[in-house]
Every structure is written in C-alpha cells, then in structure tokens.
C-alpha cells in the first residue's frame, strides 16, 4: 500500500525521516518496496495564470499564452495542448526548470516564436497515467478554483508532492496493513504512541427526513457469503469533481479521480480498508437486494464495458434477481454513478473472502476492493466507514443523508483472548523478557493484558482490528517482532548430539559425478519437463508416460523418461552458438508411470559427446569421439563405483533414436542397467547436431548392486614375461568371443590380456581381420621358467585354432 | 738434464695437451701419450735404475707426484668436457616456455551442484541428514501438511503443475520435510535435516523467472529449539554463502508452514550496504526465508506441541546464484551452453 508521510502524519507524531520509519516498518512489520519523494529532481515548476491565449501563426495546434507566473511581466509561452485556454491555473515549468525525468527546460523558439518554459500535464512531472483525471489525461492539467492557488507558487507544494511515499508489500496475513487505520495503530506500536484516528460521523444538519428503508429491501439468503451487508443513501446529490485535497490524496495513492462520489468510496477504502461500492438508487428504488452466487449462464457488464460470463459460483449482487454488481469484485454498468445520478445508495459489505479470490482470479479482476476482500476486512470499523462516507458524499454533493441504515447482515465478531505463559515466551524466542516488558510490548499493540501473577500467564485480548491473531504462536510473533529480531540472542541448538553423514546413496552419487568430471564430462542440469516425444525417445520397454495436467506448453508436457533428450537439446543448443564441442553428463531421475498415484522415480546418469574429446591446440591434434570413447567412460566409472558383478556390452541393433550397428546395452549380470552408443544420424537431423555419442545408465541399479570391496594384491617381485600373438579371424567373430576362448583355457600364471591392436582391409583376406594380443605371465612366488610359458601359451593357440578358426599370423 | 727436470718437462707438456683438448677423444690420446706404459713417464722411470740408492725414492716420489697431476687434470679436464658436452644438449632442448601448457579435458559440477554441494556439507557439519523425496508429489505433503489446505490463499503464492487432483510437481521441497517428521522417531533424539532438490511451478520462462528451480529447505526439531537458535543457523549459513564480513537482519514475513515468520537479508555483498542497483538502493539482499515451525504442522506430523518445536528454513540456491555471480538470466542454469558452465570452475 502506498502510504503518504503527510496523511500518516495526522495521526502520529512523526519526528524521523521517512527513509528511517521505513526501515523500522520493514524490520517490524512488513516489507517496504520503495520510499519515494515525489517532487524528486523537479525545480522550478510554479503556478501560472493564462491571460491571453492566441493561435500560433505558422501552427494548426500551437497557441501563444501570456502568462502570469508571479512575476513582474507575464512570460510567453507557446504551448500545444488541446485543452489550453485564457483564465486557468495551469502548471508551469520555467526556464532552468527540470521536469520528470531530470529533463531541463529551456527558452526556445517554437515555429519562429519564443517561448519561455512549458505548460505540463500531469504525467509530464511524474504522474503515471493510470491517476491523471480523465478530463486532463490528453492535455495540460488546470488547477480547480478550490485549489486557491496564486501565480507563482510551488506546484510541488499544491499538489501535495512535497511529501514522500512508502510503498509497502503487505503479506497475505496482514490485511490490516491495507488501511491508513491499520499503520497508524501498527506504526504506533513501533514508535510506541497513542494513535490519533479521527473518526468522522454524519451531522445532524446533513439528515433528511426521508428513510432509506423504504425504498430498498435486502435479503440475503447464504449468511455467510456476506457476513456483513449494509446500506446508506444519500439524495439531491450534485455530482461534480471532489475536493482538491482529494484529488491530489488519492492521485499519491495511485487512485484516479473520478467525481465527488466515486472518490470518496475509494478514499474511505484507504482511510478504514473497507471497499464500498456506490449504485444510483434510482436505479433499484423500490427492488430488494441480495447477495448469492451467479448459477448457471449469467453474463453481466462490468464497469469496464466489459461483457463476462460469470461462473455459477462467482458471487452477485442482485437487485429483485437481475445483477448489479460482481460482489466485491466490481460493479455493473447499469447501476453505475453518472453524471446525471440524483440519489446515490453506499453499501459496506464483507464478502467471503475464499469467493472473493477465486472470482477475482479467474476473471483476472485483481482491483484494489478485491484485494481487501480476500485479505479480510475490519468487522470492528466497518460502521465508522459507512458512516463516514455518507457524511463526506453529502458534504461534497450538497445532498443529505437518508435516515436509516439498511441492513441485510450483521455478524458481530467479539475479540479473542488467548492465554500464554512468560515462560513459554522466553522459551521459544530464547529470550529472558520479564512480565513487565512482555505487558509493556501488548500494550504498545494496544492488545490488553490480564496477568495471573502466580502462573505467570498473560490472558491477552486482541482487538478485532487484528483478525490475523488466534493462537498462542501468533502473540509469540507479535512479542518476537515489536521486541525486535535484532535484539534476539544469536545461539545454535543444544540437546543432543546427532550425527551428520550422507547415506551410501548420497556418497555414491556424490561419487559418480566426482567421477564423470574427471573423465572430462561437464555436468549438465537440464529440464524435467519435455515433450512427450522427447519423453519416449531411446526408451526401451513398456514404460507409461506421466503427463501434467495442464501444460503451459507442449514443450513442457510430459515428465522425461530418458536423459538423454534433454542432454541432446543442451547439445543443440551449443551447436546453434557454434560450440562444436561438448561433453555433458546429467545426473537426476526419470519417471515411470506404474499404475499408483505417484509413479517410480528412478535416478539416472547419462551423458553425451559430440565433436572431439580432445581440444585443437598447437601440439595436440583433434580426437573426434568415437563409440569406444564412451565405453572407456561407462568402463572407467563402472571401475570405480567397483560394481562386483560381471559387466558386459551387448549389441543392440533395435533402439530407437540410436545407430542400429553401433549401439550397446550395458548389462550387470546379465540384467540391463543401460545403454551406449552413436545418436542415430537422422535423430540427430531431428535435433539438430552433429555425430553424437551417449550413454544412460540405471544410477538406482548400480547403487543398489553389490560392490567389491576394497583390498591389496601382493604386487609380485619377479620379474613378468610377456608373448604376444596375433591372428587372423572371421570378421563377425567377436572380441569377446575371442577372450572367451583365452580365458576358458586354464593358464596358471596369466595376469593379463591385452589387446593391441585390430586391422581389417588391405593384405587380408575379404571378410577376415587381424587381432593382436599381448599375454602377460607372472608368479607372485617364483622367477618363471620360459619353458612353462610357451607350454601355457601353445595351449591357448590350440584352443582358438580349433574353437574359432583363427590362423596365427 | 736431470731425470727430475724432465719429468718436470713431462708435466709441463701433458698440461699444455690436456689443456687444449676439446674433445673426450683428444683427452684418451694425451693420456694415453703421457701415463700409458709405452708413454715417456714410464721411459723416465726406467732410467731410474741408474741413480743412486739415495736418490731413487725422491724422483719416485716426484714421478708419482706428476703422474697424480696429470691424472687428476685428466680427470678435470674430461669432466668439463662432458658438462660442456651436455649444456650444449640443454641449450639445444630449450623450449618457448611461454606456449599453452597440453590442454587437459576435465569437466566441471553444475554451479547450482557446487552451491548445494558446500551447504550439505556445512549441514553435515552441524550434525543435519541430507533427506530427498518424491518430485512428483501428493497434494497432501506439498501442502496440506505445511498448513495450506484447499483454498489457502498462498496456494496462489506458487502456482503448481497437476498430474491429477491429488498429485503434483512439488512447488517445493517441504513435503520432504513433512514426510519425515511424519516418520521421525523423537525419543532417538532430535530431527535435524535438510532437503535440497529441483522444485517446479507454473511459470513462463523469462530471465527471472523458470518453471523448474532448486531449494534447500531445512527443519530442526527437538525439546528446546529458539528462535535466537534459528537466528544463529541462519547467520552461520549466510557465513557460509557470502563471507564473515556480512551483517545479517530478520524482518517479518509470512509463510503458512512456519510462526513467527521472517525473511532474512544480508549486506548486498555488490555495495557492502550503500545501496545499489543489484540491492534496489536498500544495502541489502534478501536470501532466505524461515520461522518457527508452525504448531499446525507439528500436528499434523504427529509431533506433541507441548514438548517439541523447532525452526524451519528455505532458499534458492538458483537466485544465490544469480545474486552472486551477476547471472542476469536464470534460464543459462538449464541451457547448459558450456561457455557458462566452464566458468565456474574454482575448486575448494
Ligand atoms: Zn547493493
């Protein structure tokens, strides 16, 4: 709310800076958005008297104006604004002025005449658009005759923007805080004063004899959609633009001036935080009003000229069944305040406050009243803001008030008293307040207290100014706050000792990034949200799909069953910035829709390479990525994360989105744990980027497979002997195949096979390739005799000429 | 001439050769020449046999004297030479120190990752668990059970994704803080816990705003917590995110879930308190939220209000981010150009 320092100063005893109360309502109460003085920057911008206003000669628009701006000799201004005429009050930047913005004025010659400032409109010193009156939104402004300005006083001073404004963000609970009624007594409790509230009530001399209830009826049948209805009239109203002061109150509060009546309505709502709405009682003489939900297939025009289809549940005012009003929310055209409006009737109402929000949300009707209504209303004010309306509408209209109030609601709410002990106070905030102090601080809230000396228990008693206090933990609050979080103690929790660890889980998870990082991947956090498309791609198995309810887009459709779209997309992405090469690695769940109400969420880890593996630099060449460079990553990490069972790659001519000849699943004895391999060239088209290779592995299954432990092997001291071999074998017979063979034959002393090197082509036979192996051959006791080696060796030879077919090279 | 004066010629000589040979091969000839057996020391000596019993040891001994000299000058000279040798080697290997170092491929955590990261481990430090839970999450546990029934008003406050009427995507990381309260067995002691996790909600994507975010929210449950112990966390944590020269300040706020309810601002770390744009001229940052766990949540959890309460707390180590690192748009976090993610590269 934006709350002006001046009006706020009618009711405390303001000796501090505005920036500094600022502070103090922010660290007590709730958040300040800005503080603002609105004649920051503006100099030299006084009042003027147009005394001659002639059209320009070379111009269609422009008129030269004499103008008497307290000076000796009246200064010639040439101006453009439609509505500039001789004998007004207008605003006048001089020459040496600054202006909104900090922009200067300047003599100058317009079209060959010299001009010696500039007649403003409003929004050209500050005022945003959506305050400036109608009737001078497109032109300059004129001061009202009841204004009483002179040539040459400060403009700044007449429209009150010699004043600062704080602009608060109210919380959801603090309604209250909606109302100069509600800062000036929380602004109290934090300076610790006496609020002076004036209460204005209708005079005696402002009564007609006529009673309004004759003329209306309300009925409302649903009590508590509108706990409190009320109506007040007044007749032979004049309606005509309001008060100066005002006008200019309700501009700094961000409000439009509207006519005598529609502006105190909403000066009322600033004043108490009670939203009135006032309808031309001509319009309903003789009808009976009620409040009730909409039901089925009600249009209705809003103030706005805007035809709506309301929801059955949506909340109307009803004259004799027609609408007259969304409840709260805004008022209907037909009933509307006019310029020829006679008699105008006020209603003060509390609407249910959860109906309020859904009606104002899903018409997006999100209006000053709404905003009040959803956030609560002050039961205990409500009659001291009709009342006051009535009085200041007659005041301003020359009308008088009719007799009676009408009234087709009144639930009373009676404050709540909630007993607390100064114990549990001092316990739950850490602090050691004393009875007096704690008294002294509900005091300041204007809250009264009872103490029972004995229990040293507080019976406190809330006003029903502050409906957002019920429970003990909310007078805790109110003690924490106005004693000050600074002052609280700064401390760390006692009791006893826990221990602070990750489960194996957690480190394991920890692990596998630590992991993926030093093998170069980057990692990557990309969305959980995707296609549906998207979702299913590189998926194998019957996997249902889990989609939002509602999406905001397509692109965000679907929960992701796979990492690798979403790695594929950060690739893209880095492709159309020309970065040609990427390594990512993802770690965070997939879900799979399993029939419950929510599906299984299963961690994953996957990555995804394209161009090379190695920068270009001066010594080093490119390394574009290949299939075997990701399976010496899925190798590696497999490695560390020390999974004990037996890891093998299968390939995989059928996945989806993936190159049928270069494609692996990855199995831990012999289940599926994941995948490896080159993006298929047409999904990459899909997505856009080049030669790409990936994996995804199932990180739920590897945290839960059985590990190695960790352990020594005696390295041995003699010296190893090594044999290497090469063979010609069938092209389709496989690495595995081959290793298969070399390990089923029993060697004693072999510690290692490794091969080192594969050829296929030139100088060999058509549909045959060269393996070549190096066998390593170690005792851990003994210096090995190269007899027994060549033994152990030809036996193996043996075995794959006979099993595979192989010709030794 | 004496036998004495020619050894003393010998000398003279040998030192003469050995000095101007410059090359290993050159050195073997003058020692080869001088002190080989058919060399004209040995000849010297041989003509020994005709001196006197009295003389005999003293041109021995300085025989043996100049035959020392000579080796050991040898002995200098081929040292020389090989150093020589090999500092003309070393000149030769010389290499524009000034190149790039071999560039060496080692990936980097996600700089969200390195902010959760550091604050588990402050966490752990303190004796916390790390908890996760579900991202799809039942309506009751996002909300119900934080004190936001059906038509709470703060249910706007974070617009969610529905999967149907009861099951969403968790707007945010509460509920893991609910289910274990829910199953937290109090008599083995006090609940300590933070849950770090991605959030989403309702959001269209713009450089403030993203439909999909982290949290780290914490919770402390146990017989006598304060709000001056709440105070003390969130200092010891803003210590950890920002530095040790930071002021933190609580100012009232509103959550459903907790009571009393603050927000927590520390020094605009970009100003150090003087106001600016980064701060909106305030000198100060907002980072987290917090409060005193709201009695209605204890009990919904099951927890007894009468022995038990604590603090709770919350913040987005996505907009830390942003804060600190100056990231203008908060969708680089989920774009993953590499050019922003290598940037975060400082380790430790
Ligand atoms: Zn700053």
Known sequence: MKLSYKWLSKYLELDLEPKDLAEKIERTAVEVDSVTRLDYKLKKIVVGHTLEVTEHPDSDHLHICQVDVGEEEPIQIVCGAPNIAADQDVIVALHGSRIKDNVKIKRSKMRGVPSNGMICALQEIGYPDNVVPKDYADGIYVFPADSHVKPGDSVMEALGMDDDVIDTSVTPNRGDMFSMNGNAHEIAAILDQKANFEVLKVQDEQKSADTLADQIKVEIDEQDVAPVYKLMAIENVKIAPSPFWLQTTLMKAGIRPINNVVDVTNYIMLKYGQPLHAYDLDQLKGQTISVAPAGENVKFTTLDDEKRDLRPEDLVITADGTPIAMAGVMGGMATEVSDQTQNIVIEAAIFDPIKIRKTARYHNLHSEAAMRFERGIDYSSLDDALNEAASLVADFSQGKVMSGVVVGNDTKLNPESITIALARINKILGTSLTSEEVVAIFDRLGFSTELDATKQTFKVTVPVRRWDIHIEADLLEEVARIFGYDNLPVTLPTGDPTIGQLTTEQKLMRASRTVMEGLGLTQAMSYGLTTIAKSQQFVKGDHELVKVDWPMTKDREALRMNLISGLLDDIAYNKARSVENVALYEQGRVFYGNGQAQPEEIEHIAGAITGSMQAKSWNEKEKPVTFFDVKGIVEQYLKNVAVAGEVSYVADHDRQGMHPGRTADVLLDGDVIGFIGQIHPTTAEEFKIKETYVFELNLTKIIHAEKKLQHYDVISKYPAITRDIAILVNKEVSNTEVLNVINETKQKNLIKVELFDVYEGKNLEKGMKSLAYQFTYQDTNDTLQEDAINDEFSKVIKNLEEKLNVTVR | ?348
């Open chain 2, 1 to 348: 001439m004496s036998l004495q004066e020619k050894l003393k010629e010998l000398e003279e000589k040998g030192l003469q050769e050995i000095s101007v040979a410059n090359e290993l091969s050159k050195l073997n000839e003058v020692r080869v020449n001088f002190l080989g057996k058919k060399g004209p020391i040995t000849e010297v000596l041989r003509g020994m046999r005709d001196l006197s019993k009295e003389e005999r040891p003293k041109v021995g001994e300085f025989a043996n004297k100049v035959r020392d000299n000579l080796t050991s000058k040898l002995e200098e000279r081929k040292e020389e030479l090989a150093q020589a040798a090999l500092n003309k080697k070393l000149a030769e290997e010389a290499v524009d120190v000034t190149l790039p170092g071999t560039p060496m491929k080692q990936g980097q955590p996600h700089v969200i990752q390195q902010i959760i990261d550091n604050l588990e481990d402050l966490f752990l430090g303190m004796g916390y668990q790390v908890v996760e839970g579900p991202e799809v999450e039942l309506d009751r546990y996002n909300f119900e059970m934080l004190n936001l029934p059906k038509d709470h008003p703060a249910r706007d406050m974070q617009d969610t994704f529905y999967i149907t009427d009861e099951v969403l995507m968790r707007s945010q990381t509460s509920p893991v803080q609910a289910r274990t309260m829910e199953k937290h067995d109090f008599s083995k002691g006090p609940l300590k816990m933070i849950s770090p996790g991605v959030v989403y909600r309702r959001d269209t994507d713009d450089a403030t705003h993203s439909h999909q975010f982290h949290q780290i929210e914490g919770l402390v449950i146990d017989k006598n917590i304060t709000m001056g112990d709440l105070k003390g966390t969130l200092v010891t944590l803003a210590k950890e995110l920002f530095g040790d020269r930071f002021e933190v300040r609580l100012r009232p706020s509103y959550f459903p879930f907790t009571e009393p309810s603050v927000e927590a601002d520390v020094t605009c770390f970009n100003c150090m308190g003087k106001g600016c744009s980064v701060c909106k001229s305030t000198g100060w940052i907002e980072v987290l939220g917090a409060g005193m766990v709201h009695p209605n949540v204890l009990k919904m959890a099951g927890v007894d209000t009468d022995v038990y309460g604590g603090f709770a707390f919350g913040l987005g180590p996505d907009r830390f981010a942003m804060l600190r690192y100056g990231v203008d748009d908060i969708r680089n976090f989920y774009l993953n150009d590499v050019r922003f993610l290598s940037q975060f590269n400082k380790r430790g």
